[in-house]
């Protein structure tokens, strides 16, 4: 096993490396636990380990926060050695999730839990906090060996730091083993068929919280797995590559404070979260938190919402409807009137322009909403809101500085780093805030450091590379999305386009992405509306076999070349209530690709409606 993991090494296709999302078109999200080890084990019995087979295998997990095909091989080569079901071992990016993962269900589920340790834990492992943040429950005992363990009424998870991948020797009366692996992350071993019912929602902590082991260190895990030997780590230029990187984030979005960078957008959107509770519990304590959502934008921030809120007693979500026949700014109005009335913390989560449907509100009569005083029902001033604003689809906008429309009300601006920051090289996300939310930051940073979730080292190597052209970048995919968009009103009037108006990027609205709603046929409601999705499959396929090179099946946007297309509701809406996904293409371009060539295929497409 370890010899035939040597030769895959050798022969791993680039993309196990590089590639940040997943292929729709070799994903199947039902079976995407057990489709890749299944194939790729099948490879290991026959022996082989050429590029070719192992770049035919379908997407692991989802690129890269659930998992990939390294962090997969890695798990499965240490439950091969423990003589384990490979879902036994899960890898992470950071070192303390894992144990959130476990205390997060046993808090659900009512569930004793004992956290055991020989030497030290890690200093970012804040037993406070955990407890009164997090709600956790939880103790704490250092322990000279594992043979002292006694029986306990619950779960027993033991902490250890380790130096070489996979060298674990498992015993009954521990139920969890987290082994820490310096700037790698962890290694979390679920022993014991009593525990495998934990192992789903850990997974699903590791796809909303944080991300799995990235590719890079999970090639040198891989190393130490099949050598027997330390974990050898190249040398990095972080501390320079980190300065840059923050001098690039405050230069693009002239916000008060510095840029805090983490592992996913997601990761970035948990420590906010929790950050601004820790603030309201210190500041409103016994108060209402309030998370205002709305209630079609991306599945991870509508699903980790849910998730924070089923955790912490006092924390509730609150739908927002921003876009189609609903307006932000009188929605954002509404909710803002009740939280006041209940005297509540109102924390307002929102894309701008709204995903899918690139919608930009009245951005005057936000600041009015977001600015105006109102009064509790008992006449009290009540809690000014807190703007958190995704800004994924056009992070080259101000905001924050002191002379931006936000200026005045409290507001904080994070964006998914996959995007355009790094051209879809990595994943790390970021935040920063204005003046007047300056004051949150450093609970925002508490979060993300008791999370571990930072960006790594390679993540801010490539944003140092990636974000002085990022602004070029965008500029350059909007006059591509701009050309596409008028070519298909001219060809295809019938169609409903979602997308900028002219007016608004010269305001600096210049996003690279649209909606296509395509024409329907039918005689009924549900006719039109199988129709329609039959078409955009059709549309869809249509582009990425004719132009395989470029097109792209795929979730993504701002990224470096090509096309990308999906559909709202079966990517990235995946968790969100069925009534409020978007059953219509989603269509990005970048500043690089063959403008004619996908016109010409476009040209096809319709003449054969």
Known sequence: MLDYIKEVLKNMPNDWLRLTTHRLDIYDESLAKVQFLDQFNALYKANNSQTSS??????AYDYIRLGHPLSCVLEWGIASLQQLDANNVISFSSQTIPVLAILRKNHLDNINTQILYTDTLPE????????????YAFELKQV????EVADFDGSTVFISEEHI????????????????????????????????????????????????MTPINCVAALQSLVTNTAIVLDASNVIEDKASVLKSFSDITRSHTAALVASSGLSMQYAIMMGLIHDAKENHPGKTINFIVPTNCYGGTNDQARRVAACIDGVEVIDLAVDGDNDMVKSIDTVLEKMA??????????????????????????????????????????????FILDQTFCPNVHFLGETDILATVRAIAYASGSKFPSGGKCTAGYCVSNKKAAALMPKIELHLELCDNEATDLQYEILAVQLPSMNQRISDAYVNTRDFVTFIKEVLPTAKINFVSEELAAQG????????DLPTKGDTDAERETYKRALNLKLINSMINEIPEESKYCVSYGQLKGVYWTIP????????????????????????MDMKKHKEVFMEFVKGL
């Open 54 to 59: 192992l770049s035919d295998l379908p997407t």
């Open 341 to 386: 009335e209940e005297d509540a913390v109102p924390y307002i989560i929102a894309e701008i322009p709204t995903n899918p449907r690139v919608e930009v509100p009245d951005l005057e009569q936000l600041k009015a909403v977001l600015s105006a005083t109102r009064k509790t029902k008992n006449g009290a001033t009540a809690i000014d809101p807190v």
């Open 144 to 147: 000279k060996d594992l043979e």
């Open 509 to 516: 609205f210049t996003p690279s992405v649209f909606s296509l």
């Open 124 to 135: 970012i492992f804040t037993s406070e906090i955990l407890k009164n943040i997090y709600g």
């Open 165 to 212: 991948m996979g060298t674990v020797v498992l015993n009954p009366a521990i139920d969890f083993y987290v082994n820490l692996y310096k700037k790698l992350g962890s290694v979390l071993i679920v022993n014991g068929k009593d525990n495998e019912s934990y192992i789903s929602e850990i997974q699903h902590v590791r796809r909303r919280e944080t991300i799995a």
């Open 569 to 592: 509701a079966t990517s990235t809406q995946g968790t969100t209530k069925e009534g409020d996904k978007d059953y219509i293409a989603r269509v990005s371009l970048s500043p690089s």
